[in-house]
């Protein structure tokens, strides 16, 4: 079975700071990973995904995440933070046509 | 924006009555889930659909039915509300290529 473990349930961060959201993922055969945003009281949005290809994927507002099959983590990481990008953020994960297996959320919390 | 609508956005119930949450989309994908999140928990997954009339378990589904009749309108049905089911529920939705999953708004429901 699939498993997803995000290892640091809350990350404080000063502003302009560099950030690391950690993601280890459990699966004998080849997964999809994603990173998904949710904001206070809203929905979850897609941040960023690997399907295959480059290791390196990144989203449109500087975030970028690393697939590393080596070490099975899908890390997520921003080199300078903005309030703006306090929210939960959730790394999931699925082998083809199965639903989405979620970790259990990192909250991020950028001080000022 | 994926057009998924959830209804309603909140409800509160006492133990013991029948609810019925809905999913509307508007996208025609044939995949549709039902999710449960909880603090300390992410985001477990219910039930879902791989077209229409065809459903299956998810990790959670114990004390939830759900019925699919047609391609756009997922229902979640909770026979004997509970306490434990107060939380929040998402639908998601994906095409037949089954990578990403699209959220709706949530349903927050409370069960007294």
């Known amino acids: 079975a699939q498993s997803v473990t995000q290892l640091d349930s809350q990350v404080p961060v000063f502003e302009e700071a560099p950030v690391e959201l950690r993601c280890n993922y459990s699966s004998s055969v080849s997964v999809y990973l994603f990173w998904y945003v949710q904001y206070p009281n809203q929905g979850l949005q897609l941040l960023l995904k690997y399907l295959s290809g480059s290791t390196l994927v990144e989203s449109i507002n500087g975030f970028e995440a690393e697939f590393n099959k080596s070490q099975t983590s899908f890390h997520l990481r921003k080199p300078s933070v903005h309030i703006s990008d306090t929210a939960e953020y959730f790394c999931?994960?699925?082998?083809?046509?199965?639903?989405?297996?979620f970790g259990k959320g990192t909250r991020l919390s950028v001080i000022a | 924006d994926a057009g998924i609508t959830q209804s309603p956005r909140h409800k509160v119930t006492e133990t013991g009555t029948p609810v019925t949450l809905r999913c509307h989309q508007t996208e025609n994908h044939r995949y549709m889930y039902w999710y449960r999140q909880d603090p300390g928990h992410g985001l477990r997954l219910i039930h879902y659909s791989y077209g229409v009339k065809d459903t299956d378990k998810g990790e959670v589904s114990d004390g939830y039915s759900v019925s699919r009749s047609k391609t756009e309108d997922f229902l979640l049905t909770l026979e004997s509300a509970t306490s434990s089911q107060t939380s929040v529920y998402f639908c998601?939705?994906?095409?037949?290529?089954?990578?990403?999953?699209?959220f709706g708004p949530g349903t927050r429901l409370t069960v007294l």
């Open positions: 998601a939705i994906s095409d037949g290529r089954g990578y990403e999953q699209f």
């Open positions: 999931a994960g699925r082998l083809r046509n199965t639903p989405l297996v």
